[in-house]
């Protein structure tokens, strides 16, 4: 059974930084592309950012493009940095995993396995 598991959100204030981790495992699971994702209230789920399988290509939404990070920290963890954080960036973060992908993409239909998600609020 695979398991991806979202830690590191909470509350941060307008400006500062907040670190997001997720693992994804499971017996003979390997995570290819990693992917962040998230769902302000009322809107729908969108892609934040990705990476590919050995994290050597990114890909980012224009919204976070210069204050987000998204890195690999090994085979089966990915991490998102979120610097300068803004109150547009509140919303339920979600991490997700392909297992027959890959490549950096912010296309939902990519990843088959999801995680619970995580709430991040940013403060004004």
């Known amino acids: 059974q695979v398991q991806v598991m979202e830690s590191g959100g909470g509350l941060v204030q307008a400006g500062g930084s907040l670190r997001l981790s997720c693992t994804a495992s499971?017996?003979?699971?390997?995570?290819?592309?990693m992917a962040w994702f998230r769902q302000i209230s009322g809107k729908e789920r969108e892609a934040v950012a990705s990476t590919s399988w050995h994290g050597s290509n990114t890909w980012y939404a224009d919204s976070v493009k210069g204050r987000f990070t998204i890195s690999r920290d090994n085979d089966n963890t990915v991490l998102l940095r979120m610097n300068s954080a803004k109150a547009e960036d509140t919303a339920v973060y979600y991490c997700?995993?392909?297992?027959?992908?890959?490549?950096?993409?912010?296309?939902?239909?990519?990843?088959?396995?999801w995680g619970q998600g995580i709430q991040v609020t940013v403060s004004s």
């Open positions: 499971g017996r003979s699971f390997t995570p290819l592309a």
């Open positions: 997700a995993a392909a297992t027959r992908d890959v490549n950096a993409s912010g296309s939902s239909r990519k990843y088959d396995n």
